[in-house]
């Protein structure tokens, strides 16, 4: 990836966020990671209404083994020294599982011990067998979720970092084109480093030239929705609420996109105050 992390940018944000809504909170207005948005990024969005939502399981350790397709291995060698107890074009026809896992635990989920999370098999399982299928909301969550332990004190990201300045800086990334909401769904974090690009020198170096840069930014400085879903796709609300219940690998968290419907190619309302800290849980192990 031609791509690097800033974490100055992503420190001098979490001041910003503001955990009873799920939003960056700034001078004049009000920005959140949608789904959509992310969709639109990593090419993931399209008939997100029609997907399958992932529920994250307690796998034992011979349940991740038998999924990662590893057979017969000696006790002691768990969590140090695995071999694969088949053949080698068994192995070759699912080691993709197995990258897949890796890529998760460390890339999207990633822990602070750097281990890799065995109940990441069952997902990956799951993704494999029902193309219906859709992580985005778990990957949501658990970015809502590391925000809101960052803005507590927390010193470790648990989500998905690099696709949270992806989209935060998309936004202030001025697109040379009419938004028309296209339903192209192609993936975006490919062509993000060449847009990045016209931006260089332009942004902070450092924390508090970031946190200055953000202090002074207005909703006219921003791109305020991206041109790659279409707006009349968007989902808003639940059946029973203003808002949705995002399940992450860590626990649940609400999820508002009425707050930010000017993201979503959509004229702003003021939305109903609910209470949705009562649908904030964690889980209690990473295992």
Not at 240 to 256: D, N
Request: charged share 25%; proline share 5%.
């Amino acid at each position: 990836m031609r791509f690097s992390l800033d974490r100055d940018l992503i420190d001098a944000l979490i001041p910003f966020w503001d955990s009873t809504s799920n939003v960056f909170r700034f001078s004049d207005f009000e920005l959140t990671p949608t789904l959509e948005e992310f969709g639109g990024l990593t090419g993931l969005g399209k008939d997100l209404r029609s997907k399958t939502l992932f529920a994250p399981r307690s796998d034992s350790e011979n349940k991740f083994l038998e999924q990662m397709h590893i057979i017969h291995p000696h006790k002691e060698y768990y969590g140090k020294q695995l071999k694969n107890g088949q053949h080698l074009p068994t192995w070759e026809k699912h080691r993709q599982e197995a990258f897949m896992v890796a890529y998760l635990g460390s890339m999207i989920f990633p822990r602070r011990d750097k281990k890799i999370s065995i109940r990441l098999s069952g997902i990956v399982t799951v993704m494999m067998k029902k193309k219906k299928s859709t992580i985005l909301p778990m990957m949501l969550a658990d970015i809502y979720r590391a925000l809101t332990k960052c803005r507590k004190g927390e010193d470790f990201f648990q989500g998905y970092i690099i696709l949270l300045q992806m989209w935060f800086l998309e936004h202030l990334y001025h697109h040379h084109f009419a938004t028309d909401f296209k339903s192209d769904w192609k993936n975006y974090i490919f062509s993000h480093p060449d847009r990045m690009k016209e931006l260089v020198g332009k942004f902070p170096k450092g924390v508090k030239a970031w946190r200055h840069y953000l202090l002074k930014l207005t909703a006219s400085d921003i791109t305020w929705n991206y041109h790659w879903f279409p707006a009349s796709k968007v989902i808003l609300m639940s059946s029973y609420r203003t808002f949705f219940v995002l399940t992450g690998l860590r626990g649940f968290q609400p999820y508002i996109p009425l707050r930010v419907l000017r993201q979503l190619g959509q004229r702003q309302i003021l939305p109903k105050a609910e209470d949705t800290q009562s649908f904030v849980w964690e889980v209690t192990s990473e295992d």
